[in-house]
Nanobody, 128 residues
Framework: QLQLVESGGGLVQPGGSLRLSCQAS???????VAWFRQAPGEEREGVSC??????YYRNSAKDRFTVSRDYGKNTVDLQMNNLTPEDTGLYYC????????????????????????WGRGVQVTVSS
């Protein structure tokens, strides 16, 4: 069973930056890896994901967030710049194998149900 551990969350002022990292217990070559965010009282929503060599972002994250994968280290990072209070939430790393199944694009509604491996999440709080 793939294990995922997130790190890098914290408290930052509006306009600041954070880098989240997701460490996997095995190689991620055949996985789609996504970052989801959940704010209090809201549904878990996909923020960004990387599938093969392609990356995807929800509209609010475009031009501010960058997802990257290091195959050698088994990590997927999310660089978040120009953060706003609306980015506040619990950020989860999730993965789904692309072998033998169609994985929903992470930014699609309800996509979280298509991911079978999850980290415990890290808190990101953007506040002055």
């Amino acid at each position: 069973q793939l294990q995922l551990v997130e790190s890098g969350g914290g408290l930052v002022q509006p306009g600041g930056s954070l880098r989240l990292s997701c460490q996997a217990s095995e190689r991620l070559d055949y996985y789609a890896v996504a970052w989801f965010r959940q704010a209090p009282g809201e549904e878990r929503e996909g923020v960004s994901c990387i599938v093969g060599t392609r990356d995807y972002y929800r509209n609010s994250a475009k031009d501010r967030f960058t997802v990257s994968r290091d195959y050698g280290k088994n990590t997927v990072d999310l660089q978040m710049n120009n953060l706003t209070p609306e980015d506040t939430g619990l950020y989860y790393c999730a993965a789904a194998t692309v072998i033998g199944q169609d994985v929903p694009l992470c930014i699609a509604p309800g996509a979280a149900s298509g991911y079978s491996s999850w980290g415990r999440g890290v808190q990101v709080t953007v506040s002055s």
